[in-house]
């Protein structure tokens, strides 16, 4: 059986901490920026290259 005074508490303990370290906002990059003008660019993630770049359409495909 849930104790509901300690289920509250956790849920009031967590929203406190949220309080006082909000979340990193995500960064936001313009993708023209990115690819520096063109439709191709070269990602590096963990010793990995992945490619992004702009389809016919206009889209994004990013590819390993």
Do not use: F
Request: net charge positive.
């Amino acid at each position: 059986m849930i104790d509901a005074g300690n289920d509250k508490q956790h849920h009031a303990d967590r929203a406190h901490r949220a309080e006082e370290t909000p979340p990193p906002r995500p960064v936001r990059v313009q993708v023209a920026t990115l690819l520096d003008g063109g439709r191709e660019a070269i990602l590096e993630h963990a010793g990995q290259d992945y490619r992004l770049r702009i389809t016919a359409n206009g889209k994004l495909i990013l590819t390993k």
